[in-house]
T-cell receptor
Framework: DAKTTQPPSMDCAEGRAANLPCNHS???????VYWYRQIHSQGPQYIIH???NNETNEMASLIITEDRKSSTLILPHATLRDTAVYYC?????????????FGQGTRLTINP | DGGITQSPKYLFRKEGQNVTLSCEQN?????MYWYRQDPGQGLRLIYY???????QKGDIAEGYSVSREKKESFPLTVTSAQKNPTAFYLC????????????FGPGTRLTVL
């Protein structure tokens, strides 16, 4: 599985856009980029995923560079409830059960 | 409500005792997973199951056992052979087809005294 690199921590003001970067320079052509987040002492929550096009859903937007070596998760209007650890994961397109390899993620703190 | 449940939320056991953590889902998902998380770390895969009566070892299966007799249930037994069992245990499920996300339960925090 491709390795990802994320900053260990970030801060953002409430109401502003939070931009979380992720480097995945060894990503293969068949690997998706997934983002999950984990609020303290809870199970991780799926946010969004993409292959090469930018994606948007009700929670966030995912911007993937043209060479696919990095991506950015954007929370457009961060709230205090968005404080969490955010994990960027890449994994191949395979049949059946799919292993997720979690790194240490980025601890995002939203400040009032 | 559809979802994935784990019980109990907190569990205490004496060293040397086996303990079974429960995981149930009513999402009709084929695949289920068990992860372990230590403080300040990411999740590590213990076991996973793609279909009923089938399961595979993950990265850290030693000292653990699982069963998958029903689609809805994937219990994890932490045996006395597990050297450092105190951790946060998370169960997840997914439809099993390509590109589908995993849904996680609330977790069980196991403390071995």
């Amino acid at each position: 599985d491709a390795k990802t690199t994320q900053p260990p921590s970030m801060d953002c003001a409430e109401g502003r856009a939070a931009n979380l970067p992720c480097n995945h320079s060894t990503i293969s052509g068949n690997e998706y980029v997934y983002w999950y987040r984990q609020i303290h002492s809870q199970g991780p929550q799926y946010i969004i995923h993409g292959l090469k096009n930018n994606e948007t859903n009700e929670m966030a937007s995912l911007i993937i560079t043209e060479d696919r070596k990095s991506s950015t998760l954007i929370l457009p209007h961060a709230t205090l409830r968005d404080t969490a650890v955010y994990y960027c994961i890449v994994r191949p397109l395979i049949q059946g059960a799919q292993k997720l390899v979690f790194g240490q993620g980025t601890r995002l703190t939203i400040n009032p | 409500d559809g979802g994935i449940t784990q019980s109990p939320k907190y569990l205490f056991r004496k060293e040397g005792q086996n303990v079974t953590l429960s995981c149930e889902q009513n999402l009709n998902h084929d695949a289920m997973y068990w992860y372990r998380q230590d403080p300040g770390q990411g999740l590590r895969l213990i076991y996973y199951s793609q279909i009923v009566n089938d399961f595979q070892k993950g990265d850290i299966a030693e000292g653990y056992s699982v069963s998958r007799e029903k689609k809805e249930s994937f219990p994890l037994t932490v045996t006395s052979a597990q050297k450092n069992p105190t951790a946060f245990y998370l169960c997840a499920s997914s439809i099993g087809r390509d590109g589908n996300e995993q849904f996680f339960g609330p977790g069980t925090r196991l403390t071995v005294l």
